[in-house]
């Protein structure tokens, strides 16, 4: 098995300027706000803090008591709460353990409009001094003379679910871990990131609140900046690790994770929703969410068609799934695009992709598409059967058993029912819809908490696409790397994905410089072969960029052209390199 190739779990970019406007610590940053409040007319301040859900309130609020503020107004007590809040939201949630509805609801629908007004009649009867109004949606009671935004990466809201942590404005610590993220994700989130969107072009000061007790702030012109320069050049984003039922042990080796782990199954490092970014002002280092670049600079980071299909949603996601020495991954198949849009609002649906880094000696392969001649009768029955505990599901007996080898591409459109076995090490290129699986078999497991994971047969047999046998597999999803261009020292490969996928891909095997063109489209890559790369720009337009084995990189669509350097102390690299197709 590899060893540690000197991969960097905490990628950081360095901001020119704005040195002094970025303050650590709850002291240094109560000195910054009052300060900032100085300035101001005198009279009566209003200091807004909106925080995104899962910010620690209480422990803001009582480490800003140097600012003696006159009056504190809680946003959320505005706002429904309990019981009443779960009525309400309900109809977005549903009853499925794992999927609900991406609510069109803003945040306002859940606010008391009574409640709201009473609160800014305060604000308006109060007298000198700072008025101090926190909470998530804050903003919605007043616009504040001194915008400050608590913000927080989806990671660490996660662990903090997992240590008991409550939804926005509800008391349910004891919820399953798996209900919490559900309702983060299809309602909470996108009530906060409208706001957050709202905001962004106008706060003062920005505030990195993960580290409890040992907050991080910037200025509002800082924080643009940073993200301006960002868009200009490649980075990297902070990635997380997380074990499973299935892990493995390849990414403790190659990214030199903890050993004592039993196992590591996911690394998150290029879905820009969940991962953050780290920005160095002076000796200041501050995690935001990646998220905020792309709200911030769409066009500059995604290009401009891209943007114009996509929004503000980053469109393309890598992970690496790690089954060495492990388990296979759960059976699953993703829905069609309809599917997704009638039964879950979502615009667009998780096609994806296998890219094989690496296998070990137990026969490595991936399960795709059903065996010619399956009955579909006979396959739904077994899965039925195998999910009441009456027979395991015979997977050999319908499904393609595909052995694989390492840089073999697997290309998975939605509607093809599929999974990687163990022993492989499999870099997942996909549609960023990452939550929306269909498990049809999990080989009889229980989860991490002893509880059997969800299995979704009524969804996943409703996008089955039966006609996806051996054959169509063979033709359609198998080797389909196609030479684009070859030259001594340098091979260009497109190596999908599926005409029904919007992701192209191109891996370039060089010894020498490669030339490359973004075409306006934001391109993500991984090192998967080769101890380390340069990026460069021909002309200089930013500084020479260093990515390591294994390491998921950003070249925003605004670079236009930009150069992979090979190592020259190493034999040939490998890069694969996802963009939107034109």
Same mark, same amino acid.
């Given at each position: 098995?590899?060893? +540690? ?12 300027? %704005? ?16 300060? #900032? ?24 609020? +009582? @480490? ?34 794992? %999927? ?15 409640? @709201? ?77 409208k706001i957050k969107k709202s905001l962004l072009d106008r706060i003062d000061f920005i505030m990195d609140t ?13 924080? #643009? ?29 190659? =990214? ?39 709200? =911030? ?53 998780? /096609? ?29 029955? /077994? ?12 997977? =050999? ?21 599929? =999974?990687?076995?163990? /022993? ?76 029904r996928e919007f992701i192209d891909t191109v891996r370039y095997t060089f010894s020498k410089p490669v030339i ?22 021909? /002309? ?9 084995? +294994? ?32």
């Amino acid at each position: 098995m590899l060893t +540690a190739r000197n991969y960097d779990k905490s990628p950081t970019t360095r901001i020119k300027g %704005f040195e002094d406007s970025a303050w650590q610590g709850y002291h240094a940053i109560c000195e910054a706000l009052i300060l #900032r409040a100085k300035s101001l007319p005198a009279g009566k301040k209003i200091l807004v803090i909106e925080c995104y859900p899962g910010t620690d309130k209480a422990e803001v609020l +009582a @480490s800003l008591s140097a600012l003696a503020p006159a009056l504190i107004l809680d946003s959320d007590l505005c706002a429904y709460s309990g019981g009443e809040l779960d009525r309400m939201m309900q109809p977005d949630l549903t009853d499925d353990r794992v %999927f609900g509805i991406m609510t069109t609801k803003t945040l306002q629908d859940y606010y008391r409009a009574q409640a @709201s007004e009473a609160a800014r009649k305060k604000i308006e009867q109060a007298e000198d001094g700072i008025i101090l109004v926190i909470g998530t949606g804050a903003s919605l009671i007043h616009s504040g003379d001194l915008l400050v935004y608590c913000d927080l990466t989806r990671w660490e809201i996660q662990l903090r679910y997992r240590a008991g942590m409550s939804n926005w404005n509800t008391a349910n610590p004891g919820a399953p871990t798996l209900s919490k993220y559900k309702r983060g994700f299809f309602i909470e989130w996108r009530l906060a990131d409208k706001i957050k969107k709202s905001l962004l072009d106008r706060i003062d000061f920005i505030m990195d609140t993960n580290k409890k007790g040992n907050p991080v702030m910037i200025s509002g012109e800082a924080f #643009r900046e940073g993200l301006r320069q960002l868009s200009a050049q490649p980075f990297r984003l902070q990635p997380y690790f997380d074990p499973g039922v299935w892990g493995g042990q390849w990414m403790k080796n190659v =990214c030199g994770l903890d050993e004592e782990s039993e196992n590591f199954a996911w690394s998150f490092d290029g879905v820009p929703e969940e991962n953050s970014i780290n920005l160095q002002f002076g000796d200041v280092v501050i995690a935001l969410p990646a998220i905020n670049l792309v709200f =911030c600079r769409p066009r500059e980071l995604l290009g401009d068609r891209v943007h114009a299909r996509f929004g503000t949603e980053f469109p393309i996601r890598f992970d690496l799934l790690d089954t060495m020495g492990g388990q296979n991954l759960s059976l699953q198949v993703h829905p069609l695009t309809e599917y997704i849009q009638e039964k879950f609002n979502m615009r667009y649906t998780q /096609d994806e992709s296998y890219y094989i880094l690496d296998v070990g000696e137990d026969n490595p392969c991936v399960y795709l598409g059903l065996k010619s001649g399956a009955a579909r009768a006979e396959v739904i029955r /077994d899965l039925h059967r195998a999910e009441s505990g009456e027979a395991p599901f015979p997977a =050999c007996r319908h499904l393609n058993r595909i052995p694989v080898k390492k840089h073999d591409h697997i290309l998975i459109p939605a509607g093809t029912v599929h =999974c990687s076995g163990r /022993d492989t090490m499999v870099l997942e290129i996909s549609a960023t819809p990452y939550i929306f699986t269909f498990k049809l078999w999990d080989w009889g497991r229980v989860g991490l908490d002893g509880l059997p994971r969800p299995i979704h047969i009524e969804h996943g047999t409703a996008n089955i696409q039966w006609d996806r046998d051996t054959e169509w597999v063979t033709e359609n999803l198998i080797g389909q790397a196609k030479p684009l261009h070859k030259e001594d020292g340098i091979l260009a490969e497109r190596t999908g994905l599926h005409r029904r996928e919007f992701i192209d891909t191109v891996r370039y095997t060089f010894s020498k410089p490669v030339i490359c063109e973004t075409n306006d489209s934001v391109h993500m890559l991984n090192l998967v072969e080769g101890h380390k790369i340069t990026v460069s720009s021909p /002309d200089s337009a930013f500084e020479p960029f260093m990515v390591h084995y +294994a390491e998921t990189f950003i070249v925003p669509a605004q670079l236009g052209t930009y150069c992979l350097e090979p190592d020259t102390d190493g034999g040939p690299c490998m890069v694969i390199q996802a963009s939107v197709r034109g």
